[in-house]
């Protein structure tokens, strides 16, 4: 740019408009997207299962894992992924919702005591699809707190705490899509208290996961998806530091990231894989999970 000829003082010009360059660029006029969330893929679907009470040392690496393991190499490994805190319970919170909700234990809560905003209402409120997939959940919708013939918790399943999230978008894992294409774009598949290594051994998780998923990870790796493996604390240990795995395509097979991630690390990159522009709780000052797309 040039200053017209005729201009007595050319550089009281270009102080001016250095003047409105740096006003407008204060207000937003000229500010860009977000470089965070334009660095990430887009997938078509997200599915997320939340593992229980295990510590990074535990599963990466062990012999017990074969299966979480050859995710790993094939995907992503977050080598400095944590838990928000203990029990189980305000963890799930966290990872939802962008905080605890006020819940400290196990006990069970009130069904719809909260209409925070989360994830499940993002999505809602974006006209995006959602739902959870939770193994023993007696049928669609249903609120029990336990179910000890089929090993159900309702503390692992915190959507059934915000009256923003309708209980019919809680299916029993029984309901998972056989045709992946069906899937909404962000699904979370919670297994029981014993194939989510809470109750029984890693070995048994590693496989649940394997048979239940296995299919739907290698689908993802060329449909434009996305596996997510995580827990929901340590076993009280390890500083809370968990297995967080990704695969699928788009991510960088045998790509890792030493960057310290949560939950709230988390539930941002899941917002903004969805392409949502709202962020629950603590989620909206959290960092995306990146270095690790292709």
Same mark, same amino acid.
């Not at 990466?60 to 490994?77: E, F, M, Q, R, V």
């Not at 925070?116 to 809602?124: C, D, F, P, V």
């Not at 500083?239 to 990704?246: A, L």
């Given at each position: 740019m040039s200053v017209p000829a005729g201009i007595r003082h050319p550089r009281l010009v270009w102080a001016v408009l250095a003047v409105v360059v740096a006003l407008a660029a204060s207000f937003g006029v000229w500010r860009a997207a977000p470089a965070r969330a334009a660095s990430l893929p887009a997938p078509d679907h997200v599915v997320v299962v939340v593992l229980e009470n295990h510590a990074y040392?535990?599963?990466?690496?062990?012999?017990?894992?074969? %299966?979480?393991?050859?995710?790993?190499?094939?995907?992503?490994?977050l080598t400095a992924s944590y838990g928000i805190t203990h029990p189980s319970q305000p963890n799930y919170m966290a990872l939802f919702s962008g905080g605890t909700?006020?819940?400290?234990? =196990?006990?069970?809560?009130?069904?719809?005591?909260?209409?925070?905003?989360?994830?499940?209402?993002?999505?809602?409120?974006?006209?995006?699809?959602?739902?959870? %997939?939770?193994?023993?959940?007696?049928?669609t919708g249903s609120t029990v707190c336990t179910n000890s013939s089929t090993k159900y918790a309702r503390k692992h399943n915190p959507w059934f705490g915000f009256s923003n999230v309708p209980t019919s978008t809680a299916y029993p894992f029984t309901s998972f899509p056989t045709n992946y294409a069906n899937l909404p774009k962000v699904s979370f598949v919670v297994p029981n208290l014993c194939n989510d290594m809470h109750d029984c051994s890693v070995s048994t998780g590693d496989t649940w996961v394997q048979n239940n998923l296995g299919a739907y990870a290698t689908w993802a790796s060329t449909n434009n998806s996305l596996l997510i493996v995580t827990f929901d604390? =340590?076993?009280?240990?390890?500083?809370?530091?968990?297995?967080?795995?990704? %695969?699928?395509?788009h991510v960088t097979a045998g790509s890792s990231s030493s960057t310290t991630y949560n939950h709230y690390n988390m539930l941002r990159t899941l917002e903004d894989l969805a392409g949502l522009t709202t962020h629950a709780g603590s989620a909206a000052s959290a960092s995306d999970i990146t270095g690790i797309w292709s």
């Open positions: 040392s535990q599963v990466i690496g062990s012999s017990s894992a074969p %299966y979480i393991n050859s995710l790993k190499t094939g995907g992503a490994n909700q006020g819940i400290t234990g =196990d006990s069970c809560y009130t069904v719809g005591f909260s209409s925070a905003a989360n994830l499940g209402s993002e999505l809602i409120a974006a006209g995006k699809t959602w739902a959870s %997939y939770n193994e023993g959940l007696p049928s604390e =340590d076993n009280l240990l390890s500083g809370n530091r968990i297995p967080t795995v990704i %695969y699928g395509q």
